[in-house]
């Protein structure tokens, strides 16, 4: 299960859960316990939805969050 930040079009970023990365040939986006930033409910979703599909001409891009499983790797500069 990743953690991702989803970026639409004229809309807020929803912060969700996803089971997979999407593919190139997808057409659409599956989504888990789609919520604000800030964990309140979308205003556009009912309280009691948990999974969500969006086509993938409203997201402009998704962000991925390190999971506990990932080493994270970085770079420091002297």
């Not at 809309?11 to 997808?26: F, K, Q, R, T």
């Not at 919520?35 to 009691?48: A, N, Q, S």
Request: aromatic share 10%; hydrophobic share 45%.
């Amino acid at each position: 299960m990743f953690t991702v930040l989803i970026h639409i079009a004229n809309e807020d970023p929803i912060l969700a859960e996803m089971e997979n990365i999407p593919e190139a040939s997808d057409q659409f986006v599956v989504i888990n316990n789609p919520r604000r930033r800030d964990g309140k409910d979308l205003h556009y979703v009912m309280p009691e939805v948990q999974t969500v599909i969006f086509p993938w001409h409203r997201i402009s891009f998704i962000e991925l969050f390190p999971t506990e499983e990932e080493d994270i790797v970085s770079f420091i500069r002297e």
